[in-house]
Structure formats: structure tokens, C-alpha cells
């Protein structure tokens, strides 16, 4: 298929010609417009807005009349009124006479307060004049009626002369009032007429820009549009196109691929530091318990310690050679040994329970963790004062746990219940801790006889930051339940029947696999 004709007309025909032609119009058109535009900015848009500013004119011009009668009605109410009376009616009388004369100027010589111009017209000018001897005496005579100091005879004199005037003041002010109407209504009409003028005139305009112009312009492009779209140029232009969209795709697409790549390993990270933090942050947790701990594990250290000192020198004693009782020396030893042996196990418990580390899950006897934890809160228990009660079965089936973050779920929970109950009666302080297995779970539960939870607290505890007391950042219990989640297990809390307060971790019975690890290290331990 061949090129068109008219594509490749010279400059001088063709579609430049046309194109310039068109432009020539358009232009015409375009300076037209321009010129209705400022036709209205320069002179309807002025005299529209002088127009308007008779409005008030006419406003002020009728209320004259009302002035004018309110000053002759406030005159003639004070011929036969008492002086209390007077007086009233007096300051209604000058009230009256300030607006009067203030407008009566202002429609002379204009006034931006009332909105009122100054009057320019020849007649109106007239009228104002043959109007000013009236409107001075009436004006010098309510002032006189006015003042307080004149008597009866003035007075009645002057009311007398305001209503001589006053009767021909009023057909002079509807006269005023009638030549303002009138100009605003010549105004009005020659506005009227200049308007129509003008949408006449661009009215034609448009459909001359739209047969001259437009029309033309639309045909010629259609047919180009078509004459291109049906050309073989156009179709190789766009299956080249298509191929560069085809090739900038692909390299999005490999793009796209690479950045998915990168947050995935970024996920990696990000997930890897939260569980870096995570331990961290339980790391604390434990520091923290242990502070919370320190004064009564110290007294509890000083015990054996004590008891080393005084065996010895009961040892020393019994082996001086005077004496022969190497039994009682013997005994005394062993005591001393006994001694050391209970001070370091606590040491070695305070130790591995501090120590910062990865998590490591290992076959883990419940009885014996629990026992571990008491004895850590030994010293914690006898000053609150509360009774505790061990109750976890040594036939517990063994579990894979982190034992050092479930001695931390368990401590941060009797810690709890111990605070709890530091505002109930010494004889009713009770701490039980119950182990048993239900539905193929291990179940402990810290059960203390405190003021329980609120309705409204229950799951409240577990949230990070929640807390009903005035000291700590409320994060023990938030802690301990993504632990016991990070192990299978459920941390829950609810009001025991008898009151008090029920805190519990399940956490699920091992696997098959598990059990024979279990079982290698019964073995072992035998």
C-alpha cells in the first residue's frame, strides 16, 4: 500500500495550507472574544457595580420620611408631657435628629458607612438645593425643641416651624427618591440592551469558530487518522513497539524478581533479629526476677555459710588432743559438707538461671524444675509470709523443654501470686502449685488466694505494657506467654471458685520420638 497523497503535499498545499487557513480563523475568533471579554470588564462590569450602589441610596432616601415624622412626632409628644417624660422623648429627639442628619449629608456628599456615594446628577443637585432651606430649619429647630434650657414659649415656636417645613420637606424628599429610581431604572434598561448586544454578538461568534474552524479541523484529522491507521508503516511501527514493551517488561519483570528476592533475605534478617531480641529481652526478664530475689537468696546463702563457720569449730574442737571423739568430728565434717554442698547448688541454680544463651530443648522432668524454682523462692515465700504447697507428681511423664525458660515462666508466675497477696490477712495466704496431666498435655497451675482478676482482666494480663500495680512495665506475663507459645504450649488465667486466682502453662506431651530420648535419659541418670 502506498504512501497517501496529501502526506507528502508540499508546504504551500495540502494539509499545511489548510492547517494555516484554520489557524488564521481560529486566531480571528480567539481576538473576538477577547474583545466582548474586556467590552464587559470595562463597562458592564462598572456600571453594575455602580447600579448596586443605588440600592442604598433609594434605602437611606425613603428612610428620610421616617426620620423626618419621628422627629415631628417626638416634638409634639413633648408639648404636653411631664418632665420625666420629656426628657425621654427629648433623647428619642436628638437619636432622631443625628441619623436624619447624618443621612441627609450622606446623600450629598456620600457617606462609606451608610454605603452611599456622592450624588453627581444635575437634577438630584437641584432638588438637594431648593431642599436645604427646609432641611436647615427643620434641623435648627429640633435642636432647639432639643435643648433643655429653652422654655415653653421657644419650644412651642420651634415645633411650630418644624412642621412648616416638615410639610414641604417630604414631597421635595419623595421627589429625591423618585429622579434615584428613575436613573436606576435607565440604568437597568441600558444595561439590559448593552447585554443582548453582546450575546449577540458572540453567539454567531461560536457558530462561526464551529462551522469555520472546528468543523473543519475534525474531518481533516479523521480522515489523516484513518488514512494511518490502515498504512503498513503504522503497523511495522507498532509491531516494533510492541516488541520494546515485550523486552521492557521482561527486564521489570527480572527487576521485580530480584527486589522479591531481597526481602525475603531482608524477612530473613528482620525475623532473625526479632528472635534475637526476643531472647534478650527474656534475658532481662530474668536479671530482673533475680534482683527482685537477691536480699532473700543472700540470707539464704548466709545460712549454710554460717553453718560452715560453726562446724568447723566444732570440728577443731573435737579433734584437739585432748579429746578422742573423731565421731563427732566425722559428723561434724559431713555437716560442713552438707553445708557447702547446698550453698554451691544454689550458686550453680542462680548461675545457669541468669546465664544468656540459645534456646536448647532437652528432656526435662517437671517435679524437678519446679523444686529447682521453689527453692529459688524460698526466701521470697517465708517473708510474705504465705503457706506453700508443692504438689507436682514425680511420675510426671518427662517433657522437651528450654528448662532455663520455663523456670523463668514458673518463677515470674509465683512472684506474681506472692505480690498478689501482700494485702490479704497472713492466715489466708496460700500458695499451691499443681501439676497433672489432661488430655495429652502437662498442666501447671500457680494458685494463690489473692484478690483474683477483675471481669475485665483476665486476658488483659497477657498484654504487653498491661499492668494493675504501681511498680514494673507490665511485660512478665506477656513474656511468659510468647515463651509457652514458643514451646506448643498456652498460658491461661482465670478466678478460682474459692478465690484467688488460677495462672497455668500447658504445654503438649513429647512425641514418640521424644519419649525414647526420655527414656535413654532415665537410663542414664540410673
Known amino acids: 500500500m502506498g504512501v497517501p497523497r496529501n502526506i507528502?503535499?508540499?508546504?504551500?498545499?495540502?494539509?499545511?495550507?489548510?492547517?494555516r487557513r484554520l489557524g488564521q480563523r481560529y486566531g480571528l475568533a480567539l481576538v473576538a472574544v477577547a474583545m466582548l471579554v474586556l467590552l464587559d470588564q470595562a463597562v458592564i462590569q462598572p456600571t453594575l457595580m455602580r447600579l448596586n450602589l443605588y440600592a442604598p441610596v433609594i434605602n437611606v432616601s425613603g428612610r428620610q420620611r421616617m426620620l423626618s415624622q419621628r422627629l415631628s412626632k417626638a416634638a409634639l409628644a413633648m408639648l404636653g408631657a411631664?418632665?420625666?417624660?420629656?426628657?425621654?422623648?427629648?433623647?428619642?429627639?436628638?437619636?432622631?435628629?443625628?441619623?436624619?442628619?447624618?443621612?441627609?449629608?450622606?446623600?450629598?456628599?456620600?457617606?462609606?458607612?451608610?454605603g452611599v456615594p456622592a450624588t453627581r446628577s444635575a437634577v438630584v443637585l437641584e432638588e438637594f438645593r431648593q431642599l436645604a432651606p427646609h432641611f436647615e430649619a427643620m434641623r435648627a429647630a429640633a435642636e432647639t425643641i432639643a435643648d433643655p434650657s429653652s422654655d415653653p414659649g421657644v419650644t412651642k415656636a420651634g415645633v411650630a416651624t418644624l412642621l412648616q417645613h416638615e410639610s414641604a420637606y417630604l414631597p421635595r424628599m419623595d421627589r429625591i427618591v423618585g429622579l434615584f429610581e428613575q436613573e436606576a431604572r435607565t440604568q437597568v434598561a441600558w444595561l439590559r440592551w448593552l447585554g443582548f448586544a453582546?450575546?449577540?454578538?458572540?453567539?454567531?461568534?461560536?457558530?462561526?469558530?464551529?462551522?469555520?474552524?472546528?468543523?473543519?479541523?475534525?474531518?481533516?484529522?479523521?480522515?489523516?487518522?484513518?488514512?494511518?491507521?490502515?498504512s503498513r508503516a503504522n503497523l511495522t511501527k507498532a509491531r516494533d513497539k510492541l516488541e520494546e514493551r515485550v523486552a521492557s517488561r521482561t527486564?521489570?519483570?527480572?527487576?521485580?524478581?530480584?527486589?522479591?528476592?531481597?526481602?525475603?533475605?531482608?524477612?530473613?534478617?528482620?525475623?532473625?533479629?526479632?528472635?534475637?531480641?526476643?531472647?534478650?529481652?527474656?534475658h532481662a526478664s530474668r536479671i530482673t526476677a533475680i534482683g527482685q530475689l537477691a536480699a532473700g537468696l543472700a540470707h539464704e546463702l548466709n545460712q549454710p555459710l554460717s553453718a560452715i563457720a560453726l562446724y568447723a569449730e566444732t570440728a577443731e574442737l573435737a579433734l584437739t588432743p585432748d579429746t578422742q571423739r573423731l565421731d563427732d568430728a566425722r559428723q561434724t565434717v559431713e555437716r560442713i559438707r552438707g553445708a557447702a554442698l547446698r550453698a554451691g547448688n544454689l550458686v550453680r541454680s542462680l548461675r545457669s538461671f541468669v546465664r544468656p544463651g540459645v534456646v536448647e530443648h532437652a528432656p526435662t522432668r517437671m517435679h524437678e524444675l519446679v523444686e529447682e524454682v521453689c527453692a529459688l523462692c524460698q526466701a521470697a515465700v517465708a517473708e510474705s509470709g504465705a503457706e506453700l504447697q508443692i504438689d507436682v507428681p514425680s511420675d510426671l511423664p518427662v517433657i522437651c523443654v528450654d528448662r532455663i525458660q520455663?523456670?523463668?515462666?514458673?518463677?515470674?508466675?509465683?512472684?506474681?501470686a506472692l505480690q498478689a497477696m501482700r494485702n490479704q490477712p497472713t492466715e489466708v495466704r496460700r500458695l499451691h502449685v499443681h501439676g497433672f496431666v489432661e488430655?495429652?498435655?502437662?498442666?501447671?497451675?500457680?494458685?494463690?488466694?489473692?484478690?483474683?482478676?477483675?471481669?475485665?482482666?483476665?486476658?488483659?494480663?497477657?498484654?504487653?505494657?498491661?499492668?494493675?500495680?504501681?511498680?514494673g512495665l507490665g511485660m512478665g506475663l506477656a513474656i511468659c506467654r510468647t515463651i509457652v507459645r514458643q514451646h506448643g504450649g498456652e498460658l491461661l488465667a482465670r478466678n478460682a471458685p474459692e478465690g484467688g486466682a488460677v495462672v497455668a502453662f500447658v504445654l503438649p506431651l513429647p512425641t514418640e520420638r521424644e519419649k525414647s530420648d526420655a527414656n535413654e535419659l532415665n537410663r542414664v541418670c540410673r
Open 8 to 19: 507528502t503535499d508540499s508546504p504551500d498545499t495540502g494539509p499545511a495550507l489548510l492547517s
Open 82 to 114: 411631664d418632665t420625666d417624660q420629656q426628657d425621654a422623648y427629648r433623647r428619642e429627639l436628638n437619636s432622631a435628629l443625628g441619623q436624619w442628619t447624618t443621612a441627609q449629608l450622606g446623600l450629598l456628599h456620600g457617606d462609606s458607612r451608610l
Open 198 to 230: 453582546v450575546t449577540g454578538a458572540i453567539l454567531p461568534l461560536l457558530l462561526a469558530v464551529g462551522w469555520l474552524v472546528v468543523r473543519p479541523a475534525t474531518r481533516t484529522i479523521q480522515r489523516q487518522i484513518d488514512e494511518l491507521t490502515s
Open 251 to 282: 527486564c521489570e519483570l527480572q527487576a521485580a524478581n530480584d527486589a522479591l528476592q531481597r526481602e525475603a533475605c531482608e524477612r530473613q534478617q528482620a525475623e532473625e533479629r526479632t528472635r534475637q531480641l526476643s531472647l534478650q529481652l527474656s
Open 406 to 416: 520455663i523456670q523463668q515462666v514458673l518463677l515470674n508466675l509465683i512472684q506474681n
Open 439 to 471: 488430655q495429652a498435655t502437662l498442666c501447671v497451675e500457680v494458685v494463690d488466694t489473692g484478690p483474683g482478676f477483675g471481669e475485665a482482666h483476665a486476658e488483659s494480663v497477657f498484654q504487653p505494657f498491661f499492668t494493675t500495680k504501681t511498680e
